[in-house]
């Protein structure tokens, strides 16, 4: 399978603890996403990394979060001290960073991982 | 601040038929969108997408309709079949942004009957 992973795919936790979400995406693209999904709602973009650099995490929910790409290759994404409200879907999605003949960039399509299922208690 | 609407939160459609997904948006700076699908337990999953500077865009049972001057797409899907079932959701993205983040809409889920 050459998609993109993430593990787990599922995590129960209690308040206040730390938890870690594995996601590696597919083996060419050099662009790697963070997203949040809540019930009834779309994914909401959390950040971004272009290869080990991450170039946007504004959209970080607090500073109990933080992702790392340390390799370029698989990321990270952690939240610290849990609260009842991170319960949530986290989605990963990868793309290639593209550019057609005339270096322009076009359009880029996001693939999506299964996702890691968090419940806080 | 949800610049990308779906209004219709289900519809249900019988198997042969066509179904009809709306999606507006309210940011003019959007040129590329995307439409995803999502079963349960499981990530969305690309379907079609189209450039601003196309207005449809086919691949299979699958057209994606785009009307620049109302801020709005619709994505058909002809015939409907009972795989179909899944939540669709559109999202919208500005290729000036250095980072491509997309921006998605709520969700629609479908359902095909018999």
């Known amino acids: 399978d050459t998609g993109v992973s993430q593990d787990p795919r599922h995590k129960i936790t209690k308040r206040g603890q730390n938890v870690t979400f594995r996601c590696d995406p597919i083996?060419?693209?050099?662009?790697l996403y963070w997203y949040r999904q809540t019930l009834g709602q779309g994914p909401e973009f959390l950040t971004y990394?272009?290869?080990?650099?991450?170039?946007?995490k504004s959209r970080l929910l607090s500073d109990r979060f933080s992702a790392e790409r340390p390799k370029g290759s698989f990321s990270t994404l952690e939240i610290q001290r849990t609260e009842q409200g991170d319960s949530a879907m986290y989605l990963c999605a990868s793309s290639l960073r593209n550019r057609d003949l005339n270096f322009r960039r076009v359009g880029e399509t996001q693939y999506f991982g299964p996702g890691t299922r968090l419940l806080v208690l | 601040d949800q610049q990308v609407k779906q209004n219709s939160p289900s519809l249900s459609v019988q198997e042969g038929r066509i179904s009809i997904l709306n999606c507006d948006y309210t940011n003019s700076m959007f040129d590329y969108f995307l439409w995803y699908k999502k079963y349960p337990a499981e990530g969305p999953t690309f379907l079609i997408s189209i450039s601003s500077i196309k207005d449809k865009n086919e691949d299979g049972r699958f057209t994606v309709f785009l009307n620049k001057s109302a801020k709005h797409l619709s994505l058909h899907i002809v015939p409907s079949q009972p795989g179909d079932s899944a939540v669709y959701f559109c999202?919208?993205?500005?290729?000036?942004?250095?980072?491509?983040?997309?921006?998605f809409g709520a969700g629609t889920q479908v359902v095909v009957t018999p």
């Open positions: 990394f272009q290869n080990e650099a991450q170039l946007e």
């Open positions: 083996s060419e693209h050099n662009r």
């Open positions: 999202a919208a993205r500005r290729t000036t942004d250095s980072w491509g983040k997309l921006q």
